[in-house]
């Protein structure tokens, strides 16, 4: 089992950033596969980026490339999604998911946080 919590989510202007982060705990090593997730009210659930904890592979959305970064801390298990220039369109709830796989695809993510709401205002 894996247990993932997530934190930083909040309110902030277009153009503004945040940190988004996901502390992991549990047997993390059959999941080495972190991604982050978002579902925005009345959309699907949409892939954000991922990274593999022990190397160095990343695989970002085109929709969130060059604005957001995902990266890890393996002494602090904990995974980050920093995210700048955001638009109105990234308010969504953030999820943090475990997985087997580098992929867009949610269904290989084993294990899911709670979620954290960020809302972009105008």
């Known amino acids: ?26 047997r993390t090593f059959s999941s080495p596969i972190m991604g982050w997730f978002r579902q925005a009210p009345g959309k699907e659930r949409e892939f954000v980026a991922a990274i593999h904890w022990r190397g160095f592979s990343t695989h970002y959305s085109d ?33 943090c998911a475990a997985g087997r796989i580098l992929t867009a695809d949610h269904t290989p993510y084993d294990y899911w946080g709670q979620g954290t709401q960020v809302t972009v205002s105008l």
């Open 1 to 26: 089992q894996v247990q993932l919590v997530e934190s930083g989510g909040g309110l902030v202007q277009a153009g503004g950033s945040l940190r988004l982060s996901c502390a992991a705990s549990g």
């Open 63 to 95: 929709s969130v490339k060059g604005r957001f970064t995902i990266s890890r801390d393996n002494a602090k298990n904990t995974v980050y999604l920093q995210m700048s220039s955001l638009r109105p369109e990234d308010t969504a709830v953030y999820y």
